[in-house]
Nanobody
Framework: QLQIVESGGGLVQPGGSLTLSCIGFGFTLDDYTIGWFRQAPGKEREGISCISSGDGRTYYADSVKGRFTISRDNAKNTVYLQMNSLKLEDTAVYYC??????????????????????WGQGTPVTVSS
């Protein structure tokens, strides 16, 4: 059975860094388009970074471009989100999602979180001084 588990969230000061991990169980992450999404209290879930299956094309939302980096480690069946220069407005629960690659492009996945096929349980990130 396909399972996604996120980890790495926590409390960090503004300007700090965190690395989130998304691990796949029961399937190979590199066979899927993978995305990182976040949902702040009272707001809709938004796609912030997605990476394609195979060739590793990436997409970043404008709000995180230049600060966040998505990457894969296929040997560990893991997708990472390196977050630098964190801001108060980055506070949210961060979710990892997976879509079959023949269904969606990396950009479309990030822009349409309501259509993502598989989700992890989320990991909270709090940016506070």
């Amino acid at each position: 059975q396909l399972q996604i588990v996120e980890s790495g969230g926590g409390l960090v000061q503004p300007g700090g860094s965190l690395t989130l991990s998304c691990i796949g169980f029961g399937f190979t992450l590199d066979d899927y388009t993978i995305g990182w999404f976040r949902q702040a209290p009272g707001k809709e879930r938004e796609g912030i970074s997605c990476i394609s299956s195979g060739d590793g094309r990436t997409y970043y939302a404008d709000s995180v471009k230049g600060r966040f980096t998505i990457s894969r480690d296929n040997a560990k069946n893991t997708v990472y989100l390196q977050m630098n220069s964190l801001k108060l407005e980055d506070t949210a629960v961060y979710y990892c999602g997976a879509d079959p690659p023949d269904i969606t492009s990396v950009q479309d996945m990030c822009r349409s979180p309501s259509t993502v096929a598989y989700w992890g349980q989320g990991t909270p990130v709090t940016v506070s001084s």
